[in-house]
């Protein structure tokens, strides 16, 4: 069956192919394809005020003396426990301490993403206060937008911000500077979001089998996921999605893109596995001819 796909497919369905292979590079064996960045995604630690500093800081040490040697961090979002609900004092609280446990343990530069637990929504503080909502996040994680890319090389890498006070989507606004981002078809591109696009993650989740059907919150993957895939349909350059905010790890094939849920640093929130899925981060390898390879690790066991 490999024999009759031809190399145009073989590149388009990228990971795909050698899904079974736990860090080998998914593509058809190019002639000399040139590795341009590795990096290590650290989804969801969840990172409280106080408490579990010790662990957050074994994490980064493990993700800086990986042998694959990772050249920076990109953080997908929940990067501090919650703050969604909590008043400014306790936000500040557990965004300092974020701040501190960063600038005295990690080196590599570092690109975050917000999730929704890093969105200060205090009702007593009003629109009044430029922290409520996202600014918070926006200063703590030192980003220039909600939403922003950066490149490496041929590849742009395309932060995106998925929960707004309106539900989990693209918004209108996002999606066209998102199309401005990739319509340069030389690029490879890696989309980042705290929400996954897309992901098998829900069904395991036992509060969504209801009486013989799966109920799956809106705010578990993004609500325009249809919108977004019929989009993303133009752009073949798409290679890769990375995602958090479900604690698990899948792996979803759809038409050209790999869409990537990287479980969570801190687990089931510090207090172990969460559905057999221990703390974990993920090392992603990208390289000159839009191939990829990712490699999972369970930091506290290794
Ligand atoms: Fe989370």
Request: contains cysteine; hydrophobic residues 40%.
């Amino acid at each position: 069956m490999a024999s009759k796909v031809s190399r145009r497919q073989l590149i388009g369905t990228g990971a795909s192919v050698a899904g079974a292979i736990a860090f080998g590079r998914f593509t058809e064996a190019a002639p000399h394809p040139h590795k341009v960045a590795t990096f290590a995604f650290m989804t969801d630690c969840h990172l409280p005020a106080s408490g579990q500093n010790e662990r957050i800081i074994k994490a980064f040490e493990k993700v800086q003396s990986d042998p694959r040697k990772p050249e920076f961090i990109v953080f997908g979002g929940d990067n501090v426990f919650a703050v969604d609900g909590k008043s400014s004092k306790d936000a500040e609280a557990q965004f300092t301490n974020w701040q501190k446990a960063l600038k005295e343990n990690v080196t590599l530069p570092c690109y975050h993403v917000i999730g929704n637990h890093d969105i200060c929504n205090d009702p007593a503080e009003g629109e009044s206060d430029p922290r409520a909502g996202k600014g918070f996040a926006l200063e703590a994680f030192a980003i220039p937008h909600r939403f922003y890319s950066f490149d490496k090389a041929n590849w742009r890498i395309v932060i995106l911000d998925t929960f707004h006070r309106d539900g989990c989507h693209v918004d209108s606004e996002q999606l066209e500077w998102v199309k401005s981002e990739m319509k340069d078809l030389r690029k490879s591109i890696l989309l980042v979001s705290h929400a996954p696009i897309l992901t098998v993650t829900s069904y395991i989740e036992t509060s969504t089998h209801k009486n013989g059907a799966f109920h799956v919150p809106a705010g578990w993957m993004t609500a325009n996921a249809a919108k977004l895939r019929d989009e993303f349909r133009n752009f073949p350059n798409i290679r890769l999605a990375l995602s958090g905010h479900m604690h698990q790890i899948d792996r979803v094939e759809f038409d050209h893109v790999t869409y990537v849920c990287g479980g969570a640093v801190s687990g089931a929130w510090w207090n172990g596995d969460y559905y057999h899925f221990p703390p974990a981060y993920i090392i992603v390898e990208l390289y000159d001819d839009g191939s990829f390879a990712h490699k999972t690790v369970y930091w506290e066991k290794a």
